[in-house]
């Protein structure tokens, strides 16, 4: 709540310092807590604390939402995700009352659900489009610990991501297409970086869902020629190692860092990767 609170009042008081903190430090920092350490990030999440406070407070309806409402809010979950994350070029990026007003709109959206649906159902586990990614990088994380929003597990959702996490065959019966979704994020994130906010939106969409479309097709290929390999793996890495490629000389840019800095970015970070893959290998060769 109280990075929330920090984030709303930067954007309004000091605008460019605020878009400085959303886009070149939590956001980037979330793909690593991802795969480290996912319970981490869902403490820490403010629209997920949010989401809490009715529940806290004795106030939620607590209903229940079907199995088949929330594979569409999943679904809803994607959508949001492919369309907004284009639309930093256009706008988020740099228009800081737009993202403003758009978190106050997110969080309303969110103490709503809270208030009326069981637990973290209906936008935690549903139409957040920050889920799928967290699910995805989440893959390499052996944590079993539900995070501190789940200390009393309500059972609020059907064949929960969080309790069959390394389940792949569950995750994939309960979100349609989880495995093309991976298949497809490499050539997602490519796309977003070598676009520009000088693009037009057909441009600048055509670009990230070709890319994307194209990551697809190769490791679907990959996947179906070669199905022992466990394509999904190399898939989230590659992910993973190309956004902060891309991601980090930004950063460094955006706060003036020097070069060597960045250097050491760069190996900090790959660093961090590499022994969580060789950990999770290590550690849970069935699952790998």
Known sequence: MIILAVVLVTLAVYPDMGLKLVWSLIIPAAPLIFFLMPNVWVSLCPFAIVQSIPRRMNISRGRELSGKQTRWLRILSWGLLVVLVPARHLVFNHDALILLLTTLVLAAVVFYSGYNYKGLSGWCMGACPIRPVEMMYGQFNLERHRPEVCTDCEQCNDNCSRSHIHQREVLEANNAGFKYFIFAFPGFVVGYYICGPEMSAASLYGTVYGLSAASLVL???????????????????????????FAIPGIAEVWALPDATVSFMFAITYSIIALGVIRFYRQAPAAS
Do not use: E, G, H, S
């Open 219 to 245: 490791f679907y290929l990959f996947d179906r020629f070669w199905p022992q390999a466990k394509i999904m793996n190399y898939a989230i890495i590659l992910a993973l190692v190309t956004y902060y490629a």
